[in-house]
C-alpha cells in the first residue's frame, strides 16, 4: 500500500516561477537601476563600480532608515531638531560611496527625502525633487542636506493642513471639494505667500487673506459664482495648493 503524503508537504506546495521570484526580490528594479548608473556615469571599470554598488546597498538603506528615524524625533520647530540632523548627517556619512570613500552623496541624500515624503502624494514629492535633488555622485555638505530636509519636513506639515482644509470644504463628506471653492483657498495662499517678510502691511494683510474672516468672504464669493467646475479629491487637492509652497522653494545650484 503507497504510502500517503502529507498534505502540506513540500511536493504538494506549487513551484514558483523564474518571474515570480525574480518579481518577488525586485530583481529587475534593481538591476535597471544599477544599469542606468553605469550608463550615465561610465565608470573605467564597471566591474569594480558594481561590485561597490552591490556592497553598499545593504549599508545605504540601513543608515537612511538610522537617520530617518533620528529626524522624525522630534518636530523641526523644536531647538533640539536642527541637532537631530546633524546627528542624522553624520550617520550618513558613514555610508560607503566608493572603494575606500565614505560620506553622503546625491543618492543617499535623494533617498533620504523620499522616505521622510513617503506620506506624501507622488507628484509632490517629484516636484519637490525637482527643486533640492543634487547629481548622484556630488558631495552633500550640511547645509545642503540641512536645507533639505528642513523643506521635506514643513512641506509634510503643510500636507496635513491641506488635508485638515480638505476636510473643512468637504461639506456633504463626499471625497470631494468643489472646484470654484479649492480655486478661491489657492489663490488666497499664493497671495499671502507672495507678500514680502519686511514689509509690515503686506504681513498684516497676508494674515487677514488666511484668516477666518478673509477666507470667509473669499469663500461667500466662490459660492455667489454660478460656474460649474465640477470637483475635486484629496490628492488632487493637495497636489494643487502644494503648488503655492513648492513655488518659494529655490533650485538647488550645482
Known sequence: MADKKKPNSADDRPQETD????ERYSIGTLMKDVLGKIVSNRPKDPITFLSDYFDSLEDQSNLVLKARNIIEMTHHSRPVFEMN??????IMLKQKVGKRLYGVNGTSYTDLIKTLCRDMPQPVTTKLLKK???LDYEAITFDV???G???CCVLQDYVKLCEMLFN?????????VDKILSDVVNEQLKAALANTRTDARKIVEAGYNLGPDGLFYALERGMRSKSQLGGQTLEQFTIEICDAFLSKVKFNVY
Request: with cysteine.
Open 85 to 90: 540632523v546633524r546627528q542624522a548627517y553624520d
Open 132 to 134: 533640492i535633488e543634487c
Open 19 to 22: 518571474r515570480q521570484f525574480l
Open 168 to 176: 473643512s470644504l468637504d461639506f456633504q463628506s463626499s471625497g470631494k
Open 149 to 151: 530636509v528642513f523643506t
Open 145 to 147: 542636506f540641512k536645507s
